[in-house]
């Protein structure tokens, strides 16, 4: 392999875990959200509740599932990441 290949390889990969972590983020945003909308679907009166319902608010979805495979799948990058920095380092040395 040469170490121009490898080299942009890593660049793209880069990106690929950047993005990554990204989704990872807005999937525990989203369950964090609904975790306190949870929270205030319990306290608020029910009045209000349906109103805010009306409104299309108090209905953010997490899902726990779906961040799992997304931290998976981003070990694997990582270790891909690895694989390459190490191949790199053996071509350049």
Do not use: C, F, N
């Not at 993005?19 to 990872?24: D, E, M, N, Q, V």
């Not at 299309?56 to 779906?66: S, V």
């Amino acid at each position: 392999m040469r170490e121009i290949d490898l080299a942009l390889y890593a660049d793209v990969l880069a990106g690929e875990a950047a993005s990554l972590a990204a989704r990872i983020e807005r999937e525990r945003g989203k369950l964090r959200q609904a975790a306190v909308e949870h929270a205030a679907r319990r306290e608020l009166p029910g009045r209000v509740v349906e109103r805010l319902a009306e409104l299309g608010l108090l209905a953010t979805r997490g899902d726990g599932e779906r961040l799992a495979e997304l931290e998976e799948s981003l070990d694997a990058l990582e270790a891909l990441q690895a694989w390459v920095e190490a191949a790199l380092s053996r071509v350049a040395a």
